[in-house]
């Protein structure tokens, strides 16, 4: 026997299928750009095309950093003078008000890392993924003058007792 309440069930139906969408404020443009505020530009010394060289003035690789996603994003491509390529996405965080970037390569390299503008030059640390099993890690950006910068990379197995020097590139 058919339901005695059916007719009301597919009336409710209809009516939660053709409902118009709620319009949220998600949805509506912003009154000004959300990484509108002057710490999203405390990276945009490391923006460019770059040939990066070693102290002893060898070739590492060519780097370009670019601003992408409406400038809330760093985009990195790597590409090493032995064929190693890697990419890099930075953001800051306006909650924790901190620069994070996530880093993967060629080589299977992972890696996590999160810090701040401190002292002149831009100083993140975390944790390394990759063919050497899990390390510590941090990476100063420190600008130089004529344009230029120092991107220094130092890695611990030992839990930060000591450290060693895994990058030194002068861009």
Request: with cysteine; hydrophobic share 35%.
């Amino acid at each position: 026997s058919p339901m005695p309440n059916a007719p009301q069930i597919v009336a409710v139906l209809l009516l939660f299928t053709s409902a118009p969408p709620v319009v949220t404020n998600s949805q509506q443009a912003p009154s000004q750009p959300a990484c509108a505020a002057s710490e999203h530009r405390q990276f945009d010394f490391w923006i460019g095309r770059w040939e990066v060289k070693r102290p002893d003035g060898r070739v590492a690789g060519t780097n370009v950093i670019r601003r992408e996603h409406g400038g809330c994003v760093l985009i990195e491509s790597w590409t090493g003078a032995g064929g190693m390529t890697g990419s890099s996405v930075n953001a800051y965080n306006p909650v924790t008000k901190r620069w994070h970037q996530t880093w993967a390569d060629s080589s299977g390299t992972l890696l996590l890392i999160d810090g701040e503008w401190r002292e002149g030059a831009l100083r993140l640390a975390g944790e390394m993924f990759g063919p050497q099993g899990r390390q510590q890690t941090r990476i100063t950006w420190t600008p130089l003058s004529g344009g230029r910068l120092r991107q220094m990379w130092e890695t611990s197995g030992d839990e930060g007792r000591t450290w060693r020097t895994a990058f030194d590139g002068l861009y």
